[in-house]
């Protein structure tokens, strides 16, 4: 989903964010790498964001336009990239999970949605096995007990 960033709010030492679709609007919840993506002015009103995994926090069903005060959108930062200027709002139709690469994660930034790796080289498989006379050791499982 494309979210565009409608407002940012800051209360004491909490900061969330206000997302839109273009029609509707909620307030959200960040983890901190986000807070700091804020502080950096990475994230500022305007900025389309790329979203998926994201968990919607108190709601038990309600309009759109009737939203309690007290519901809230929970996004993470491994789940969360910036979009392009010319993205489309909203759900998109065939939005697959976007891979990210082992250095873009970060170890406090909640799930991941996807991977993106290379494979240079494929060992063959190898299993730790027990003979009947006590030795064991790695092998290929091509080659049996003696």
Sequence with gaps: ?????????????????????????????????????????????????????????NCDGCHPLELPNHVRLRINYNCTRRATWYSKLGFQ????????????????????????IHIFRVYPIRYLEKCEMGKSGNRLIRKNCE
């Design 1 to 57: 989903m494309v979210l565009c960033v409608s407002n940012i709010i800051k209360e004491g030492n909490a900061l969330e964010i206000e997302l839109t679709d273009g029609w509707y609007c909620i307030r959200t919840v960040i983890d901190e790498l986000l807070k700091f993506q804020v502080k950096i002015s990475k994230i500022v009103i305007g900025t389309k964001l790329i979203v998926q995994n994201a968990e919607l926090l």
């Design 93 to 116: 139709k065939d939005m697959k999970p976007f891979p990210v690469s082992l250095g873009g994660l970060h170890s406090d930034g909640g799930g991941v949605g996807c991977i993106r």
